[in-house]
């Protein structure tokens, strides 16, 4: 099992900058790939980054060179850097750990673009 508790969101005006931190609990961090989801107001879910246990990242091309996701296995964080915000980057931010088809979920985290 792994627990997951994202913080970091808020209100911010176009252009500016957020950091999401993700806090995991549980057994075996490392071996996860930690990913970055977020769901806007009548849209589906959608996958922002992800980061492998090897540190290989992948991102959403509506957010490349604009977001950054790291990880630091030795305290069991994913964060992610969300620069040059856009009003259509409004959303509920979710951290998610996946392995072998096993997915967890954080809460959540409001991130509102606008001026």
């Known amino acids: 099992q792994v627990q997951l508790v994202e913080s970091g969101g808020g209100l911010v005006q176009p252009g500016g900058s957020l950091r999401l931190s993700c806090a995991a609990s549980?057994?075996?961090?490392?071996?996860?790939?930690m990913g970055w989801y977020r769901q806007a107001p009548g849209k589906q879910r959608e996958l922002v980054a992800d980061?492998?246990?090897?540190?290989?990242?992948n991102y959403a091309g509506s957010v490349k060179g604009r977001f950054t996701i790291s990880r630091d296995n030795a305290k069991n964080t994913v964060s992610l850097q969300l620069n040059s915000l856009k009003p259509e980057d409004t959303a509920v931010y979710y951290c998610?750990?996946?392995?072998?088809?096993?997915?967890?979920w954080g809460q959540g985290t409001q991130v509102t673009v606008s001026s």
């Open positions: 549980g057994a075996n961090f490392s071996i996860y790939t």
């Open positions: 998610n750990a996946r392995r072998n088809f096993v997915a967890y």
């Open positions: 980061i492998t246990s090897g540190s290989t990242t």
